[in-house]
């Protein structure tokens, strides 16, 4: 009996109207548009503005015109994963209110914490439940509103991120496509580099916390940028190795978007040209879960059935992992 492999059959992202540019942003803190292109690649980012609207409400968006691109109820829908690392609350679970602004009564769902590398954890777990057999419609959807945890004074940050969703749908395939193989990695070194000082539990917030900016992003970018060159490029080049599969057979490189530099390295590394890379940062900035989904929607007309994906990611925890996908469908 042949395998049930996990395959991506309809995606869909949603990125806010509001385009904040590098030029709006030299009239906030001590920074210009050439510095800003030069180091990182990013001319724009995507912000999302209204009040009460938050991380569940891009994410809705993404996971409606999935289940109509597909011609699916959102009824149909067995089990949705978010991927955040902004959460609409602490609790409950943000995929939980996904699941009730779409209309999917009849899936469960959780989130996934894993930064930056949250959507392909997701997708590995949503891959899982449908190579068991157990379920037949798995949707992920990695969703941020970076906006709400940026620092509007810190110049070292508030450059880098967006805010964003995309989704995919995960259905059985018999026939070898979708995620044929994953190598995930986790360590906690990167805790000190990357992450919210005040707003958890060790540290719940105050006045105090509030006023010292402590529940903003703190990134300390030449170690996290040093540790993501080398756990991005080494994962992708890993994945190829143990799957045999050489540069020509790989038809894309899907990364994570936290720097163009960062890219080019790990597209290097494999030996891949240039015209290889879907890229998304220029526009949208680092928008975290979003940045691969985002990318597989934004480039999915170059898509072809049979093509080979190697997903990449790397983000806060130190988190970092690659994907090696088959894509399903000509689109
Ligand atoms: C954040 C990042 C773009 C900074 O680029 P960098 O080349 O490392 O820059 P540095 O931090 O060394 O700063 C270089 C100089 O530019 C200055 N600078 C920092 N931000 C600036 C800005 N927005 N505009 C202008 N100058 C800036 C610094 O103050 C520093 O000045 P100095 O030399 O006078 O001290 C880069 O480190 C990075 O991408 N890090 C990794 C991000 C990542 O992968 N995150 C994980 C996933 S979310």
Redesign the pocket.
């Known amino acids: 009996m042949s395998k049930i492999t996990a395959a991506i059959t309809a995606v869909q992202g949603y990125v806010p109207e509001y385009v904040l540019t590098n030029k709006e942003l030299e009239k906030m ?4 548009d050439e ?2 292109v030069t ?2 690649g990013i001319k724009e980012r995507r912000i999302l503005k209204g009040e009460g609207l938050g991380t569940s409400d891009m994410a809705t968006m993404a996971v409606n015109g999935l289940c109509e691109k597909r011609g699916i109820s959102p009824m149909e829908i067995d089990l949705l994963i978010c991927a955040t690392t902004t959460p609409d609350h602490v609790f409950p679970a943000t995929a939980n209110i996904i699941c009730d602004k779409a209309g999917a009564k009849n899936a469960f769902g959780y989130d996934i914490q894993a ?2 590398s949250g959507f392909l954890f997701s997708l590995v777990t949503g891959s899982k439940f449908i190579e068991s057999g157990q379920y037949k419609k798995v949707v992920v959807v990695g969703a941020d509103k970076m906006s709400s945890i940026v620092d509007y004074t810190d ?3 508030c ?2 991120f967006g805010d964003g969703s995309g989704a995919v749908l995960l259905e059985p395939n018999m026939e070898g496509f979708g995620v044929l193989d994953s190598i995930l990695k986790s360590d906690g070194i990167g805790k000190q580099y ?1 992450h919210q000082k005040a707003g958890g539990s060790v540290k719940p917030p105050t006045h105090q916390t509030i006023d010292a900016r402590e529940h903003y992003v703190f ?1 300390d ?2 170690p ?2 040093k540790f ?1 060159v080398k756990g991005m490029a080494d994962v992708s080049a890993d994945i190829m190795e143990k799957n045999n599969l050489k540069a020509d057979d790989v038809a894309w490189l899907v990364p ?1 978007q ?2 163009k ?2 890219i080019d390295a790990t597209a290097n590394r494999m030996g891949l040209s240039a015209d290889k890379v879907m890229l998304n940062i220029e526009r949208d900035g ?1 928008t ?1 879960n979003g940045t691969i989904p985002l990318c597989l929607w934004e480039w999915e007309k170059k898509l072809h059935k049979g093509d080979n994906l190697i997903l990449a990611a ?3 925890g130190f988190t970092w992992g690659s994907i090696w996908l088959k894509w399903a469908y000509n689109s």
């Open positions: 803190v001590d920074t210009n510095w800003i180091r990182t930064a930056c110049r070292a940050t450059i880098l990357l990134q970018g030449q996290v940028f993501a994570h936290a720097n530099r960062i680092n975290t790397f983000g806060g």
